[in-house]
C-alpha cells in the first residue's frame, strides 16, 4: 500500500468524524433513548432493504456480519453519501419537511491470509437525535401563553476494527470491536409570552452528554454448496450489550425567543452549570439471523431479522424512557443479467430491491412507532472491480396508527467503492 493511499485514507477518516453527525433528518420520535440507531448496512446493503447478514460478497465490503469479511479477497475501500428528506404531519393538519445530508461512513477492508482471514476498519454513525417539539397554550383568565419546547441534537459515532475468519469450508467467525463517541444535547425551554408580560426572556434547561465506551460484535456464518454456482448461507450476530459512560453537564441558560444567551452590558447574566458527572447509559443487546440463497454473479435473494431488547435500556436516571423490544424483518434481492456480457454496459449492472418492516423501541400514546420502507438501486461496474453503488428508500413511520405524528422520509444513497490489490507484494522476473 503506497503513502500516498495511507495517507487519504488516514485523513478522510479523521475529518469524518467531525462531519458524520451533520447527516440526520429531524423526526420527532428520535427523542426517546439514544435516539435512532442504525444498523450497519453499507450503500449496497442499503438498495437491499438493509439486507446482509448472511450474504456476502468479494466485490464489496461485508459490515453487517464480521463473518463475512473472509470473502473479501482483494482490498475495498468505500466511502458513503445520503441525502435524507422528512415530512411530517399532524392530526390537527399541520405539515412540513426537512433535509437533512452528508457523509454516511468510510470503510476499509482487506486479506490477511487470502480466502482465510480478512480485517476491516472505519467510522460510521451509530445513532442520531434530531427532534423538536413545542406548545404555546394561553393561560386561562389571562392574555398570556405558557411556552414550551422541547429539543434534542446529536448523536453517536462509531469508530470500529473487525476482523473474520475461516475455521473450516464453508464455515466463518468474525468479531467487531466499536469505540463509541459523540454528543446529544437535550434540551427543555420555558416561558411566557403575550401582553402583561415584561420581558420574553426564557429559562432553558439543557443535559449534555459526552458519550464513551466499547461495544462487541460476534458473528458467524455457514455456507452449504448445492452446486459449484448455487449456494445457501446462514449467517448470524450477537452485539454484547453493556455500559457506556456519558460526561454529563446540565447548564440553566436564560435565552432570548432565538434561543440565545441574555448578555447584559456585554457579560452572560446566565449560563450557570449545574452538575458536571461521569453517568452511565446501558445499552441492550442484540441479535440479528440471515438466510440466503445465491446463484455466483447472477442472482442473491435473502431475509434478514434484528431483534433488541430496548426493554433493558437505562439511561442515568435509571429508566428506559418507556422504550419496548424492537424487531425489524428485511428481505432483498439483487440480480445481474450478465456479468461477462462485453455488448451492454447495463447487463453487467446490479440491480437491487427490499422491502423492511420495524417495530421501532420508540412509544407514543401507548403505542409502538412501525415503520415500513420500499428500497432499490443499482450498482454501476467501473475499472478493476470497482462499482459505484446507487440507492434509495421510501419509508412511512407511524403510518395509520392515528398518533399526533406521522412522517414519510425519503433516502438517496451513494457508496463509492475502489477495489485493488494494496497490500499483495509483487514480484518481478
Known amino acids: 500500500m503506497s503513502l500516498g493511499k495511507f495517507t487519504l485514507i488516514s485523513t478522510l477518516l479523521i475529518l469524518s468524524s467531525y462531519v458524520l453527525l451533520a447527516q440526520s433528518g429531524r ?25 446482509g447478514i448472511s450474504n456476502g460478497s468479494p466485490f464489496f465490503i461485508n459490515n453487517m456480519n464480521p463473518a463475512l469479511l473472509t470473502l473479501n479477497t482483494r482490498t475495498i475501500f468505500d466511502i458513503g453519501i445520503n441525502i435524507t428528506n422528512t415530512r411530517f404531519s399532524t392530526r390537527l393538519g399541520e405539515s412540513g419537511d426537512n433535509w437533512g445530508g452528508g457523509l454516511n461512513y468510510i470503510a476499509l477492508a482487506f486479506p490477511v491470509v487470502n480466502g482465510k482471514l480478512a480485517t476491516s476498519f472505519g467510522i460510521a454513525p451509530y445513532s442520531q437525535m434530531n427532534y423538536l417539539n413545542t406548545s404555546n397554550t394561553p393561560i386561562e383568565g389571562t392574555s398570556t401563553n405558557a411556552v414550551f419546547e422541547s429539543s434534542g441534537f446529536g448523536g453517536i459515532t462509531e469508530a470500529y476494527w473487525a476482523t473474520g475468519g475461516r475455521l473450516f469450508n464453508g464455515f466463518n467467525l468474525g468479531v467487531r470491536f466499536s469505540y463509541l463517541f459523540g454528543t446529544i444535547d437535550r434540551t427543555i425551554t420555558t416561558g411566557l409570552t403575550g401582553q402583561g408580560v415584561s420581558s420574553d426572556f426564557r429559562t432553558s434547561f439543557i443535559d449534555r452528554y459526552s458519550f464513551s465506551g466499547i ?3 460476534l458473528g458467524a456464518n455457514y455456507t452449504y454448496r448445492l452446486s459449484d454456482e448455487k449456494r445457501f448461507n446462514l449467517g448470524a450476530t450477537y452485539t454484547l450489550g453493556g455500559d457506556i459512560d456519558a460526561n454529563t453537564i446540565s447548564i440553566v441558560d436564560r435565552v432570548d425567543q432565538l434561543g440565545r444567551s441574555v448578555r447584559v452590558g456585554g457579560s452572560l447574566v446566565s449560563d450557570t452549570t449545574v452538575n458536571r458527572e461521569v453517568r452511565q447509559f446501558v445499552l441492550p443487546q442484540k441479535l440479528a439471523f440471515g438466510l440466503s440463497y445465491q446463484k455466483v454473479n447472477k442472482v442473491t435473494v435473502g431475509a434478514d431479522l434484528h431483534l433488541q431488547n430496548w426493554a433493558d435500556f437505562r439511561n442515568p436516571a435509571g429508566t428506559n424512557e418507556g422504550l419496548r423490544n424492537s424487531m425489524r424483518a428485511v428481505v432483498g434481492v439483487e440480480w445481474i443479467p450478465d456479468i461477462t456480457s462485453v455488448s451492454s454496459y447495463f447487463k453487467r449492472s446490479l440491480y437491487r430491491f427490499g422491502l423492511y418492516y420495524e417495530e421501532t423501541p420508540f412509544v407514543s400514546e401507548n403505542l409502538q412507532i412501525s415503520d415500513f420502507g420500499i428500497n432499490f438501486g443499482v450498482g454501476l461496474p467501473l475499472a478493476n472491480l470497482s462499482t459505484i453503488n446507487l440507492g434509495a428508500r421510501y419509508g412511512f413511520r407511524a403510518l395509520n396508527q392515528n398518533l399526533e405524528v406521522s412522517e414519510q422520509h425519503f433516502n438517496i444513497y451513494m457508496g463509492f467503492s475502489f477495489s485493488d490489490r494494496w497490500f499483495i507484494q509483487r514480484k518481478y522476473d
Do not use: C, P, R, W
Open 215 to 217: 461495544e462487541t460484535k
Open 27 to 51: 423526526s420527532a420520535y428520535s427523542l426517546q433513548g439514544i435516539g435512532d440507531v442504525n444498523f450497519g448496512a453499507l450503500s449496497h446493503n442499503e438498495a437491499m432493504g438493509g439486507l
